[in-house]
Protein backbone atom coordinates (compact mmCIF):
# COMPACT_ATOMS: atom_id res chain seq x y z
CA UNK A 1 0.00 0.00 0.00
CA UNK A 2 2.20 2.52 1.11
CA UNK A 3 4.59 1.56 -2.03
CA UNK A 4 1.62 2.65 -4.79
CA UNK A 5 0.98 5.63 -2.75
CA UNK A 6 4.58 6.74 -3.22
CA UNK A 7 4.36 6.30 -6.79
CA UNK A 8 2.06 8.48 -6.69
CA UNK A 9 2.85 11.08 -5.37
CA UNK A 10 6.44 10.56 -7.54
CA UNK A 11 7.44 14.31 -8.30
CA UNK A 12 8.99 16.45 -6.23
CA UNK A 13 7.56 19.35 -4.63
CA UNK A 14 7.42 22.85 -5.89
CA UNK A 15 9.03 25.97 -4.13
CA UNK A 16 8.25 25.67 -0.47
CA UNK A 17 9.13 29.08 1.12
CA UNK A 18 5.53 30.93 -0.58
CA UNK A 19 2.30 29.97 -1.62
CA UNK A 20 1.73 30.20 -5.38
CA UNK A 21 -1.30 31.84 -7.14
CA UNK A 22 -3.34 28.54 -8.10
CA UNK A 23 -3.18 28.36 -11.90
CA UNK A 24 -6.42 27.34 -14.05
CA UNK A 25 -5.29 24.09 -15.03
CA UNK A 26 -4.60 22.99 -11.44
CA UNK A 27 -8.41 24.26 -10.31
CA UNK A 28 -10.17 22.26 -13.24
CA UNK A 29 -9.95 18.89 -12.04
CA UNK A 30 -12.21 17.45 -9.30
CA UNK A 31 -11.12 18.08 -6.19
CA UNK A 32 -13.96 15.57 -4.88
CA UNK A 33 -12.08 12.45 -6.67
CA UNK A 34 -8.62 13.65 -3.71
CA UNK A 35 -8.07 9.98 -1.58
CA UNK A 36 -7.89 11.59 1.86
CA UNK A 37 -7.04 8.22 3.21
CA UNK A 38 -4.46 7.93 0.99
CA UNK A 39 -2.74 11.15 1.95
CA UNK A 40 -3.31 10.37 5.44
CA UNK A 41 -1.50 6.83 5.03
CA UNK A 42 1.39 8.47 3.60
CA UNK A 43 1.45 11.00 5.74
CA UNK A 44 1.35 8.56 8.90
CA UNK A 45 4.60 6.76 6.96
CA UNK A 46 6.05 10.27 7.16
CA UNK A 47 5.06 11.80 10.66
CA UNK A 48 6.15 15.28 11.34
CA UNK A 49 7.92 16.24 14.53
CA UNK A 50 4.88 18.39 16.46
CA UNK A 51 7.45 19.86 18.93
CA UNK A 52 6.70 21.70 21.32
CA UNK A 53 8.23 23.25 24.88
CA UNK A 54 9.26 22.63 28.18
CA UNK A 55 5.58 22.51 29.93
CA UNK A 56 4.28 19.89 27.56
CA UNK A 57 7.85 17.61 27.90
CA UNK A 58 7.95 17.68 23.98
CA UNK A 59 11.38 19.85 22.41
CA UNK A 60 13.42 18.95 19.80
CA UNK A 61 15.93 17.34 20.28
CA UNK A 62 19.07 17.36 17.52
CA UNK A 63 22.15 14.88 17.88
CA UNK A 64 24.95 16.36 15.97
CA UNK A 65 29.01 16.12 15.14
CA UNK A 66 29.39 18.99 13.57
CA UNK A 67 32.40 21.75 14.32
CA UNK A 68 30.57 25.27 14.07
CA UNK A 69 30.37 28.81 15.34
CA UNK A 70 27.23 29.73 14.06
CA UNK A 71 24.04 27.71 14.41
CA UNK A 72 21.11 29.09 11.98
CA UNK A 73 17.37 28.25 12.29
CA UNK A 74 15.12 29.39 10.06
CA UNK A 75 11.51 28.54 8.59
CA UNK A 76 10.57 27.54 4.70
CA UNK A 77 7.12 29.03 4.97
CA UNK A 78 5.99 33.21 5.15
CA UNK A 79 5.27 33.57 8.87
CA UNK A 80 6.28 35.51 12.02
CA UNK A 81 8.78 33.03 13.76
CA UNK A 82 9.45 32.75 17.29
CA UNK A 83 10.87 29.71 19.57
CA UNK A 84 10.65 30.12 23.84
CA UNK A 85 14.59 28.55 24.04
CA UNK A 86 17.47 27.22 22.19
CA UNK A 87 20.12 25.18 24.04
CA UNK A 88 23.34 24.68 22.23
CA UNK A 89 25.62 21.65 23.84
CA UNK A 90 29.59 20.79 23.42
CA UNK A 91 30.86 17.26 24.01
CA UNK A 92 31.55 18.19 27.52
CA UNK A 93 27.66 18.33 28.60
CA UNK A 94 27.82 22.49 28.44
CA UNK A 95 25.06 24.56 27.06
CA UNK A 96 27.52 27.03 25.01
CA UNK A 97 24.81 29.23 23.28
CA UNK A 98 23.35 30.65 26.89
CA UNK A 99 23.53 34.23 27.03
CA UNK A 100 25.41 34.40 23.21
CA UNK A 101 24.63 37.20 20.71
CA UNK A 102 22.59 36.87 17.98
CA UNK A 103 22.18 37.99 14.38
CA UNK A 104 18.09 37.87 13.45
CA UNK A 105 16.34 38.63 10.15
CA UNK A 106 13.78 40.83 11.75
CA UNK A 107 12.33 42.17 15.37
CA UNK A 108 8.52 42.24 15.76
CA UNK A 109 7.59 45.85 15.58
CA UNK A 110 11.39 46.59 15.40
CA UNK A 111 11.63 46.05 19.47
CA UNK A 112 15.11 45.16 20.68
CA UNK A 113 13.71 42.92 22.89
CA UNK A 114 12.68 40.52 20.40
CA UNK A 115 16.51 40.88 18.68
CA UNK A 116 16.92 36.47 19.81
CA UNK A 117 18.88 37.02 22.54
CA UNK A 118 15.77 36.17 25.03
CA UNK A 119 16.01 33.01 23.76
CA UNK A 120 19.93 32.02 25.05
CA UNK A 121 18.56 32.71 28.51
CA UNK A 122 17.00 29.09 29.13
CA UNK A 123 13.73 30.53 30.89
CA UNK A 124 11.78 27.88 29.16
CA UNK A 125 8.42 29.54 30.10
CA UNK A 126 6.49 28.54 26.83
CA UNK A 127 6.40 32.31 25.72
CA UNK A 128 8.57 34.23 23.03
CA UNK A 129 12.74 34.37 23.29
CA UNK A 130 12.75 36.29 20.16
CA UNK A 131 9.62 37.30 17.77
CA UNK A 132 10.54 38.01 13.56
CA UNK A 133 8.26 40.13 11.90
CA UNK A 134 5.49 37.87 9.38
CA UNK A 135 8.06 37.66 6.28
CA UNK A 136 9.28 35.18 3.98
CA UNK A 137 11.65 31.88 5.33
CA UNK A 138 12.64 34.00 8.81
CA UNK A 139 15.83 33.03 10.52
CA UNK A 140 18.01 33.57 13.54
CA UNK A 141 21.50 32.80 13.81
CA UNK A 142 23.24 32.17 17.12
CA UNK A 143 27.06 33.24 17.10
CA UNK A 144 29.03 31.30 19.70
CA UNK A 145 31.92 33.49 19.51
CA UNK A 146 34.44 30.39 18.46
CA UNK A 147 34.06 27.32 16.50
CA UNK A 148 33.21 24.71 19.10
CA UNK A 149 32.39 20.74 19.06
CA UNK A 150 28.53 20.44 19.00
CA UNK A 151 27.01 17.46 20.31
CA UNK A 152 23.33 18.64 20.21
CA UNK A 153 20.59 20.90 19.76
CA UNK A 154 17.74 21.88 21.93
CA UNK A 155 14.73 23.84 21.03
CA UNK A 156 11.65 24.33 23.12
CA UNK A 157 8.95 25.75 21.30
CA UNK A 158 5.99 28.01 22.13
CA UNK A 159 3.70 26.87 24.10
CA UNK A 160 -0.09 27.45 23.09
CA UNK A 161 -2.08 27.71 19.97
CA UNK A 162 0.75 29.06 18.08
CA UNK A 163 3.61 26.26 18.10
CA UNK A 164 2.48 25.17 14.72
CA UNK A 165 4.37 28.59 12.97
CA UNK A 166 7.98 27.09 14.06
CA UNK A 167 7.20 22.93 12.38
CA UNK A 168 8.79 23.83 9.10
CA UNK A 169 12.44 24.50 10.99
CA UNK A 170 15.46 23.70 9.57
CA UNK A 171 18.75 23.95 11.54
CA UNK A 172 22.14 24.55 9.69
CA UNK A 173 25.45 25.10 11.04
CA UNK A 174 29.03 27.24 9.60
CA UNK A 175 32.59 27.63 10.55
CA UNK A 176 31.95 31.57 8.69
CA UNK A 177 28.57 32.60 7.64
CA UNK A 178 29.04 31.73 3.86
CA UNK A 179 29.07 27.54 3.65
CA UNK A 180 26.17 26.17 5.65
CA UNK A 181 25.62 22.42 6.50
CA UNK A 182 21.93 21.04 7.47
CA UNK A 183 22.05 19.18 10.32
CA UNK A 184 17.76 19.15 10.65
CA UNK A 185 14.94 19.76 8.64
CA UNK A 186 11.51 18.55 10.06
CA UNK A 187 9.88 18.32 6.44
CA UNK A 188 12.72 16.87 4.80
CA UNK A 189 10.48 13.54 5.39
CA UNK A 190 7.84 15.01 2.91
CA UNK A 191 10.79 16.52 0.84
CA UNK A 192 11.80 14.06 -1.73
CA UNK A 193 8.12 13.35 -2.69
CA UNK A 194 5.68 15.26 -4.95
CA UNK A 195 1.68 14.95 -5.75
CA UNK A 196 -0.30 14.78 -9.52
CA UNK A 197 -2.18 18.38 -8.29
CA UNK A 198 -1.78 21.52 -6.61
CA UNK A 199 -4.83 20.80 -4.67
CA UNK A 200 -3.15 17.56 -3.69
CA UNK A 201 -0.29 19.20 -2.53
CA UNK A 202 -2.19 21.77 -0.12
CA UNK A 203 -3.35 18.62 1.35
CA UNK A 204 0.15 17.21 1.80
CA UNK A 205 1.25 20.06 3.38
CA UNK A 206 -2.24 21.29 5.56
CA UNK A 207 -0.97 17.44 6.64
CA UNK A 208 1.85 18.69 8.52
CA UNK A 209 -0.01 22.10 9.57
CA UNK A 210 0.98 24.34 6.97
CA UNK A 211 -2.10 26.18 6.13
CA UNK A 212 -0.38 28.80 3.27
CA UNK A 213 -0.93 26.02 0.41
CA UNK A 214 -4.58 24.71 1.26
CA UNK A 215 -5.64 28.40 1.48
CA UNK A 216 -3.89 29.27 -1.91
CA UNK A 217 -6.31 26.82 -3.41
CA UNK A 218 -8.89 27.67 -1.38
CA UNK A 219 -8.72 31.19 -2.48
CA UNK A 220 -8.57 30.41 -6.26
CA UNK A 221 -11.68 27.87 -6.05
CA UNK A 222 -13.93 31.15 -4.76
CA UNK A 223 -12.61 33.20 -7.28
CA UNK A 224 -13.57 30.49 -10.41
CA UNK A 225 -16.98 30.43 -8.88
CA UNK A 226 -16.48 26.66 -7.47
CA UNK A 227 -17.60 27.88 -3.99
CA UNK A 228 -19.11 24.37 -2.83
CA UNK A 229 -15.71 23.05 -4.09
CA UNK A 230 -14.12 25.25 -1.77
CA UNK A 231 -16.23 24.64 0.63
CA UNK A 232 -15.48 20.73 0.78
CA UNK A 233 -11.86 21.21 0.12
CA UNK A 234 -12.02 22.92 3.30
CA UNK A 235 -13.99 19.82 5.33
CA UNK A 236 -11.06 17.89 3.37
CA UNK A 237 -8.00 19.68 4.99
CA UNK A 238 -9.78 19.85 8.24
CA UNK A 239 -10.14 15.85 8.30
CA UNK A 240 -6.41 15.54 7.86
CA UNK A 241 -5.51 17.83 11.11
CA UNK A 242 -8.59 16.87 12.97
CA UNK A 243 -6.87 14.62 15.36
CA UNK A 244 -3.96 17.19 15.80
CA UNK A 245 -6.80 18.98 17.87
CA UNK A 246 -6.73 21.91 15.33
CA UNK A 247 -8.50 23.29 11.96
CA UNK A 248 -8.01 25.71 9.45
CA UNK A 249 -9.41 28.92 10.87
CA UNK A 250 -9.57 32.52 9.48
CA UNK A 251 -5.67 32.54 10.81
CA UNK A 252 -4.39 29.06 9.73
CA UNK A 253 -4.86 26.26 11.79
CA UNK A 254 -5.31 26.85 15.34
CA UNK A 255 -7.72 25.38 17.97
CA UNK A 256 -11.17 26.52 16.96
CA UNK A 257 -14.27 27.25 18.92
CA UNK A 258 -16.34 24.22 17.91
CA UNK A 259 -12.64 22.24 19.12
CA UNK A 260 -12.73 24.29 22.85
CA UNK A 261 -14.24 22.39 25.49
CA UNK A 262 -17.46 23.87 26.94
CA UNK A 263 -15.46 25.10 30.33
CA UNK A 264 -12.77 26.88 28.11
CA UNK A 265 -15.24 28.39 25.88
CA UNK A 266 -16.91 29.40 29.37
CA UNK A 267 -13.62 31.14 30.40
CA UNK A 268 -13.29 32.86 27.50
CA UNK A 269 -17.18 34.37 27.87
CA UNK A 270 -16.52 35.33 31.97
CA UNK A 271 -12.72 36.72 30.50
CA UNK A 272 -14.53 39.32 27.86
CA UNK A 273 -17.32 40.13 30.14
CA UNK A 274 -14.98 41.40 32.88
CA UNK A 275 -12.63 43.25 30.42
CA UNK A 276 -15.55 45.16 28.90
CA UNK A 277 -16.82 46.05 32.49
CA UNK A 278 -13.84 47.67 33.06
CA UNK A 279 -13.35 49.48 29.94
CA UNK A 280 -16.62 50.74 30.62
CA UNK A 281 -16.71 51.60 33.72
CA UNK A 282 -13.29 52.19 34.66
CA UNK A 283 -11.74 53.58 31.54
CA UNK A 284 -15.03 55.18 30.54
CA UNK A 285 -15.15 54.18 26.72
CA UNK A 286 -18.09 52.81 25.41
CA UNK A 287 -17.16 48.94 24.31
CA UNK A 288 -18.75 46.21 23.05
CA UNK A 289 -18.51 43.09 20.90
CA UNK A 290 -17.68 43.07 17.50
CA UNK A 291 -16.82 41.90 13.93
CA UNK A 292 -17.03 37.91 14.27
CA UNK A 293 -17.79 37.63 17.68
CA UNK A 294 -20.96 40.01 17.34
CA UNK A 295 -21.92 38.11 14.69
CA UNK A 296 -21.82 34.86 16.54
CA UNK A 297 -23.88 36.37 19.27
CA UNK A 298 -26.51 37.55 17.62
CA UNK A 299 -27.35 34.98 15.21
CA UNK A 300 -26.69 31.95 17.24
CA UNK A 301 -26.52 32.87 20.56
CA UNK A 302 -22.56 31.93 21.16
CA UNK A 303 -18.87 32.25 19.67
CA UNK A 304 -18.74 30.99 15.66
CA UNK A 305 -17.59 27.50 15.84
CA UNK A 306 -15.45 28.18 13.11
CA UNK A 307 -13.84 31.54 14.43
CA UNK A 308 -11.26 31.11 16.89
CA UNK A 309 -10.56 34.58 18.32
CA UNK A 310 -12.83 37.30 19.79
CA UNK A 311 -12.94 40.72 19.09
CA UNK A 312 -13.81 44.26 20.59
CA UNK A 313 -14.46 47.75 19.69
CA UNK A 314 -14.43 50.87 21.53
CA UNK A 315 -15.81 54.54 20.55
CA UNK A 316 -13.51 56.95 21.47
CA UNK A 317 -14.01 59.85 23.99
CA UNK A 318 -12.10 61.99 21.52
CA UNK A 319 -13.01 64.12 18.45
CA UNK A 320 -10.05 65.07 16.82
CA UNK A 321 -7.08 62.08 14.90
CA UNK A 322 -4.63 63.48 17.41
CA UNK A 323 -7.05 63.11 20.17
CA UNK A 324 -8.16 59.55 19.18
CA UNK A 325 -4.54 58.41 18.82
CA UNK A 326 -3.87 59.80 22.51
CA UNK A 327 -6.46 58.33 23.97
CA UNK A 328 -5.48 54.95 22.57
CA UNK A 329 -2.14 55.16 24.05
CA UNK A 330 -3.94 55.53 27.38
CA UNK A 331 -6.40 52.64 27.24
CA UNK A 332 -2.88 50.31 26.27
CA UNK A 333 -1.17 51.71 29.45
CA UNK A 334 -4.76 51.22 31.46
CA UNK A 335 -4.58 47.25 30.25
CA UNK A 336 -1.05 46.74 30.79
CA UNK A 337 -1.65 48.30 34.86
CA UNK A 338 -4.43 45.61 34.96
CA UNK A 339 -1.68 42.67 34.11
CA UNK A 340 -2.56 42.74 30.32
CA UNK A 341 -0.19 42.06 27.50
CA UNK A 342 -0.86 44.43 24.82
CA UNK A 343 1.04 44.64 21.40
CA UNK A 344 0.53 46.40 18.14
CA UNK A 345 -1.18 44.44 15.12
CA UNK A 346 1.53 45.76 12.66
CA UNK A 347 -1.78 47.20 10.67
CA UNK A 348 -4.54 49.44 12.89
CA UNK A 349 -5.62 47.56 15.58
CA UNK A 350 -4.04 46.04 18.58
CA UNK A 351 -3.73 42.19 20.10
CA UNK A 352 -3.97 41.90 23.90
CA UNK A 353 -4.02 38.67 26.24
CA UNK A 354 -6.10 39.14 29.61
CA UNK A 355 -4.33 38.08 32.88
CA UNK A 356 -6.39 34.55 32.35
CA UNK A 357 -5.22 33.70 28.96
CA UNK A 358 -8.18 35.40 26.64
CA UNK A 359 -6.60 36.60 23.25
CA UNK A 360 -8.29 39.18 21.41
CA UNK A 361 -8.23 42.12 18.61
CA UNK A 362 -9.38 45.96 20.21
CA UNK A 363 -10.44 47.86 17.45
CA UNK A 364 -10.65 51.16 17.85
CA UNK A 365 -13.85 54.01 16.48
CA UNK A 366 -14.61 57.03 16.75
CA UNK A 367 -17.69 60.18 16.73
CA UNK A 368 -17.55 62.49 13.55
CA UNK A 369 -20.41 64.69 11.81
CA UNK A 370 -23.09 62.40 14.04
CA UNK A 371 -21.27 59.19 12.41
CA UNK A 372 -19.66 56.11 14.41
CA UNK A 373 -16.49 55.49 12.02
CA UNK A 374 -15.19 51.78 12.83
CA UNK A 375 -12.10 50.26 11.92
CA UNK A 376 -12.09 48.82 9.67
CA UNK A 377 -15.81 48.15 8.64
CA UNK A 378 -16.65 51.70 7.47
CA UNK A 379 -15.59 55.60 8.13
CA UNK A 380 -19.35 57.64 8.38
CA UNK A 381 -21.60 54.35 7.81
CA UNK A 382 -23.25 54.37 10.63
CA UNK A 383 -25.35 57.08 12.47
CA UNK A 384 -24.07 57.69 15.67
CA UNK A 385 -27.67 56.11 16.87
CA UNK A 386 -27.07 52.78 15.77
CA UNK A 387 -24.29 52.08 18.18
CA UNK A 388 -24.88 54.25 21.15
CA UNK A 389 -26.30 53.59 24.21
CA UNK A 390 -24.63 50.09 24.12
CA UNK A 391 -27.18 47.70 25.00
CA UNK A 392 -26.20 44.79 27.83
CA UNK A 393 -27.65 41.66 27.85
CA UNK A 394 -26.95 38.20 29.11
CA UNK A 395 -25.32 35.79 26.94
CA UNK A 396 -24.06 32.34 28.24
CA UNK A 397 -24.32 33.56 31.49
CA UNK A 398 -22.51 36.47 31.41
CA UNK A 399 -23.31 40.13 30.78
CA UNK A 400 -21.92 41.28 27.29
CA UNK A 401 -21.88 44.66 26.02
CA UNK A 402 -23.62 45.27 22.17
CA UNK A 403 -24.13 48.22 20.46
CA UNK A 404 -27.75 49.93 20.49
CA UNK A 405 -28.36 48.34 16.73
CA UNK A 406 -26.56 44.97 16.11
CA UNK A 407 -28.30 44.33 13.19
CA UNK A 408 -27.03 47.80 11.25
CA UNK A 409 -23.54 46.64 12.38
CA UNK A 410 -24.18 43.14 11.08
CA UNK A 411 -25.38 44.20 7.14
CA UNK A 412 -22.26 47.02 7.26
CA UNK A 413 -19.78 44.48 7.85
CA UNK A 414 -20.67 41.06 6.17
CA UNK A 415 -23.60 41.82 3.64
CA UNK A 416 -26.96 40.76 3.18
CA UNK A 417 -26.28 37.38 4.09
CA UNK A 418 -24.73 37.39 7.19
CA UNK A 419 -27.29 35.26 8.77
CA UNK A 420 -25.74 32.25 6.76
CA UNK A 421 -22.90 30.81 8.43
CA UNK A 422 -19.74 30.71 5.55
CA UNK A 423 -17.09 29.54 7.09
CA UNK A 424 -14.93 30.73 3.82
CA UNK A 425 -15.51 34.27 4.66
CA UNK A 426 -13.08 36.40 4.58
CA UNK A 427 -12.61 40.67 5.12
CA UNK A 428 -11.68 43.06 2.29
CA UNK A 429 -9.14 45.50 3.58
CA UNK A 430 -8.50 47.65 1.01
CA UNK A 431 -11.20 50.29 1.85
CA UNK A 432 -10.11 50.22 5.50
CA UNK A 433 -6.34 50.97 4.74
CA UNK A 434 -7.61 54.02 3.33
CA UNK A 435 -9.74 54.83 5.52
CA UNK A 436 -8.39 54.45 8.79
CA UNK A 437 -4.64 55.40 7.70
CA UNK A 438 -4.38 57.74 10.69
CA UNK A 439 -4.46 54.42 12.80
CA UNK A 440 -2.09 52.31 11.46
CA UNK A 441 1.09 51.76 13.37
Not at 31 to 43: A, H, P
Not at 89 to 118: F, L
Not at 178 to 193: F, L, P, R, T
Not at 415 to 429: A, C, Q
Request: with cysteine; charged share 25%; aromatic share 10%.
Amino acid sequence: MLARIKNKFSRVLRTLSSPKEVNDSSTGFNVRNIDVQEIKQFLAAHPLKLFKGAKSNTPLVVDTDNKARFIRFSLQTTVSFHLDTIEIYNKNGVNVAKNKRTIISSMYNDDPKYNGEGALKGRKNGGNGFHTKREANPWLIVDLGSIRNLDKVIVYNTEGQFYTRALSLKIETSRDLVNWSEIYDNWSAIKGCGQSSVAEQGLLFAGILEASKAQAVIKELKKTDRYDDALYYHDLVNQLVKDKGVALGPHGFTQTFDLRSDSKKQKVYSELSWLLKVLNEDFGVAAFISSGTLLGIVRDGAFIGHDDDVDICYISNAYSEQGVLEERESLVAFLVELGCRVSPSGIAHYWCTTPNGLNLDIFTGFIEQGYCSMNPIGRRKLTTDKVLPLDKSHYQGVELYLPNDPNSLLLLNYGESWRTPDPLWTFNWGQAKSDFKFLYF
